[in-house]
């Protein structure tokens, strides 16, 4: 392994990564996508020789990452016409059609993504967008569900926050600011009811207490009747993996 100035490198055990000289950041970085794959930053202030040392430290915790990655893919779902898949409020098929391209239709209830018939259904650009049609619905049902059980909890525990929005993030079911504005993610529509109520609460209660110290915990703790298990439970769903 050999590190120059702008290059896509090939590591054993790993796959590629791909190497970006940055004028902005103070300190070497890796960033791990499932679609993008590996990047590696690197401030124009450290040699590449510096680089190539620290990636050599850091590979054993890029190929548990990766494999954590590899996993969770082999186990995502393959949407398949014939079949059904629910979400908490919607049905979402997949049929072929005549037309040209993909489109998804929305009709009550059910949500139909539509490809075109000479396409293989299994194909990864099919997946792909079959994956951003069922974010499209968990979105729906999230601008719904989720600030209405936000508010819910709020006035049965006596907490206030100025604002809530819904997002699609990769890595945090939720957060708090220091504005009291919370956000949350859509994926948690893909969560059993107790641990959406688990993570709100999570919220919540940074409002109030805006670390995660013993003070924190022992609330939670109250709030929820269990909050380490909880929280250990949650970590079994992964973000963004359905």
């Not at 190497?19 to 690197?42: C, P, S």
């Not at 054993?60 to 590899?70: A, N, Q, S």
């Not at 098929?93 to 998804?104: N, V």
């Amino acid at each position: 392994m050999h590190l120059t100035e702008a290059d896509n490198i090939s590591v054993e055990g790993i796959g590629k990564i791909r190497v970006v000289r940055t004028y902005r950041g103070k300190y070497l970085r890796l960033q791990v996508d499932r679609e993008a794959g590996v990047k590696m930053t690197v401030p124009v202030r450290v040699s590449m020789k510096e680089a190539e040392k620290w990636l050599e430290r850091k590979k054993p915790w890029l190929r548990k990452k990766i494999g954590e990655i590899r996993r969770q893919q082999a186990s995502q779902t393959v949407f398949l016409p014939g079949r059904r898949y629910f979400t908490r409020t919607h049905l979402l098929l997949l049929e072929p059609w005549a037309g040209k391209g993909m489109q998804l239709r929305i009709r009550g209830i059910t949500a139909t993504l539509n490809y075109p018939e000479n396409a293989d259904p299994a194909a990864e650009p099919v997946q792909q967008i079959a994956r951003r049609a069922l974010v499209q619905v968990l979105r729906r049902e999230a601008s719904v569900y989720l600030p209405e059980r936000l508010d819910f909890l709020a006035r049965r525990h006596g907490f206030s926050y100025r604002k809530v929005s819904i997002r699609e993030n990769r890595s945090r079911w939720g957060s708090c600011s220091g504005k009291d504005h919370i956000s949350l993610n859509l994926h948690l529509m893909r969560l059993p009811d107790h641990l959406i109520d688990y993570v709100l609460l999570h919220e919540l209660l940074h409002t109030v207490h805006r670390n995660h110290g013993p003070l924190f915990w022992a609330e939670l703790d109250r709030l929820t009747g269990g909050a380490r298990k909880l929280d250990r439970e949650l970590k079994k769903y992964p973000v963004r993996y359905f």
